[in-house]
């Protein structure tokens, strides 16, 4: 069993930066692919990036070169970097670990889901 603790959200203006964190327990984290998902008001869920386990990364096209994926194993944590911020990123962000090996883009391959972080971009 993963427990899985977001932090880091909050109010930032677009153009912006904002830091991420995903500390686990339970089990080390380098044994799982990971995920970034984020929810907007009325929207489904969906992806935004991902980390398989030996370090391969994944974006979604709307947010590639802006937002950066890390892992710090030493920590067990995963980080997310939103750089440039925008209005649409606005949302509930969650971290997700899997046992697939690759950064999925499906929420279905992701067996441990943290408790989600708010966060919002004004304009």
């Known amino acids: 069993q993963v427990q899985l603790v977001e932090s880091g959200g909050g109010l930032v203006q677009t153009g912006g930066s904002l830091s991420l964190s995903c500390a686990a327990s339970g089990r080390t984290l380098s044994n799982y692919s990971m995920g970034w998902f984020r929810q907007a008001p009325g929207k489904d869920l969906a992806f935004v990036a991902g980390?398989?386990?030996?370090?391969?990364?994944a974006y979604v096209d709307s947010v590639e070169g802006r937002f950066t994926i890390s892992r710090d194993n030493a920590k067990n944590t995963v980080h997310l970097r939103m750089n440039n911020v925008k209005p649409e990123d606005t949302a509930v962000y969650y971290c997700?670990?899997?046992?697939?090996?690759?950064?999925?883009?499906?929420?279905?391959?992701?067996?441990?889901w943290g408790q989600g972080t708010q966060v919002t971009v004004s304009r």
């Open positions: 980390s398989s386990r030996s370090g391969g990364t």
């Open positions: 997700a670990a899997g046992v697939a090996g690759y950064p999925s883009h499906s929420r279905y391959n992701y067996n441990y």
